[in-house]
């Protein structure tokens, strides 16, 4: 523990557990992520992964004293604050109807902010979408720009940090390795912290400086991607990858 | 006790049976398997609406406002569980269900008789307050029943929203006017077309039983116009205290 705040995590996970409808789901979970960090989240289905993230903007309540941001516990922090500062990305995307313009402008309109066309061109630029998309109806995007759009969204409140559920399961492939070159580009830029649940071994590999697995809502494995990855390394990470771990799950 | 002599008209009653003969028979030809049924139905109504004429008569004769309060709250606590039943899914539907009729019925009464326009009479006030109580368990279940549907289809789309900032009710905001819209767009609807296409019940009650046209004609416009009220309130409340129910004080959308 002491260990983590002295390296000021941007997130300080610490014993938590979580039930939810009755079951455990989350056990005992400690970690962390680093300011401007790339953690990834992996497991199979069903481990905890996405419940995790959940609390992390308290989309689904975490008990008091397990979560910190910057060293506050998040329980004690202005819910709607929190969740400007860290923003989240699903797996599927709901955009809002209108237009994209409109879509960005959400969360500032929330409290009757407006945001300029500038800006809304800043933050298209950010997500690597073109100036002229502002105006187009939101439910005539493709896949790809959905998520983008999504993205953009998210960034209007500027965050300090992202939650990203899957974000690109739901793309192709090209699509996929565009939305992770945006997103390993706004670390740069912004000094984001990220968070980045996926089931994808290879995507962990690409995006994150570190991994966590997630297996049955605890956490199994922990290190940088490359090492627990190697074919020949022991880690349960490993076996993961090679599609050994969702035996043991049933 | 029971008086017979107000049953004077019980011989076009049993004429009228015809009609119920008629509708069994053609049950039994095309095997529908409805007499048994349409007989309970018809014994029912018999039992029920005679027991509640008696009751009406000693209720109208009396006169008391006690009386009438008494009766108003049975009638509420009935629509209450029964629209509460059909809320069912939403937490505490029967509380929802209770406070909204409550409110909806209460207001419109209250500022029925602070107008003047109904005197506080039994005769008076609990005919009408069964049409604005009965309406207004229609619209609650109906503004229910769309909110739950609703949250439970756009769960994505509200935890977007909260997850950009917005509060539980920012982010409810476009489903709970589509609930609302739901619940008053059938009094709403026949608001415009009464007159066209079919006379209310009220209106062919009075002509029936001898009142000038023009006399039931201003009657039913008064009862239309409170409806549409009633339903606003009820309705309102329903959308309100429902969407409560699903998104906590912590802006979280509830499991359920």
């Known amino acids: 523990m002491s260990d983590q705040l002295n390296g000021r995590p941007h997130f300080a996970i610490q014993n938590l557990s979580l039930s939810r409808q009755g079951k ?22 069903g481990s905890g992964k996405s419940s995790l993230l959940r609390c992390l903007n308290r989309l689904t309540p975490p008990p008091p004293q397990t979560i910190f941001l910057e060293g506050q516990d998040i329980t004690g922090l202005d819910v709607l604050r929190l969740r400007r500062q860290v923003g989240m990305v699903f797996q599927r995307v709901a955009l809002f109807p209108g237009t994209v313009a409109d879509n960005i402008a959400y969360g500032p309109g929330l409290r009757g902010e407006t945001v300029s066309s500038a800006e809304i061109e800043r933050l298209l ?29 998210s960034l209007a409140t500027s965050p300090s940090a992202m939650l990203l559920d899957e974000p690109t399961s739901a793309l192709d492939p090209a699509a996929t390795r565009n939305v992770e070159a945006t997103l390993l580009k706004l670390r740069q830029s912004l000094g984001l912290t990220i968070l980045w649940v996926t089931h ?28 627990l990855l190697r074919a020949d390394s022991q880690h349960l990470t490993a076996l993961f990858a090679a599609g050994e771990l969702g035996g043991r799950q049933t | 006790m029971i008086d017979l002599t107000l049953l004077d008209q019980l011989p076009r009653v049993l004429m ?28 029912r109504a018999f039992v029920q609406l005679t ?12 006169d008391n406002p ?19 039943q059909r809320g069912k899914g939403t937490p505490q539907a029967w509380r929802v269900a209770g406070l909204s009729i409550t409110f909806g019925a209460a207001l419109t009464l209250g500022l029925l008789v602070g107008l003047g326009v109904f005197d506080f009479t039994a005769q008076q006030i609990i005919p ?14 109906l503004v229910m029943r769309r909110m739950r549907e609703e949250v439970n289809g756009r769960r994505l789309e509200i935890e977007t929203a909260l997850a950009l900032g917005a509060t539980g009710r ?25 007159g066209l296409i079919q006379l209310p019940g009220a209106m062919t009650g009075m002509i029936l039983a001898g009142a000038s046209p023009m006399e039931a004609v201003q009657l039913q416009m008064i009862v239309m116009y409170m409806l549409i009220g009633a339903a606003a309130l009820t309705g309102l409340a329903a959308a309100w205290l429902s969407y409560r129910q699903f998104l906590t004080p912590d802006h979280q959308l509830v499991e359920f």
Request: aromatic share 4%.
């Open chain 1, 200 to 227: 994808d071994p290879e995507q962990a590999r690409r995006v994150a400086d570190r991994v966590y697995l997630l297996v049955d809502g605890r956490i199994a494995d922990e290190g940088e991607p490359e090492e």
């Open chain 1, 24 to 45: 455990l789901v989350l056990q005992e979970i400690s970690c962390h992520v680093a300011s401007g960090e790339i953690v990834g989240l992996l497991g199979p289905s």
């Open chain 2, 66 to 84: 006690l009386t009438i309060l008494l009766i108003l709250s049975v009638m509420t606590a009935i629509a209450s569980y029964t629209s509460g």
């Open chain 2, 16 to 43: 009228s049976l015809v009609l119920v003969l008629l509708a069994a028979l053609i049950s039994r030809w095309q095997q529908v398997d409805l007499e048994k049924q349409m007989l309970v139905a018809v014994a």
């Open chain 1, 125 to 153: 630029a950010l997500a690597d979408l073109p100036p002229e998309l502002a105006g187009r109806d939101s439910q005539e995007l493709s896949g790809g720009q959905a998520q983008r759009v999504a993205l953009a969204r």
């Open chain 2, 128 to 141: 009408i307050a069964g049409m604005v109580i009965g309406n207004s368990m229609n619209v609650c279940s």
């Open chain 2, 51 to 62: 027991l509640i004429g008696y009751a009406l008569n000693i209720i109208f004769a009396a």
């Open chain 2, 170 to 194: 920012q982010a409810a905001r476009p489903y709970l006017k589509m609930a609302l819209q739901s619940g008053m767009m059938p009094i709403v609807d026949s608001t415009k077309t009464v």
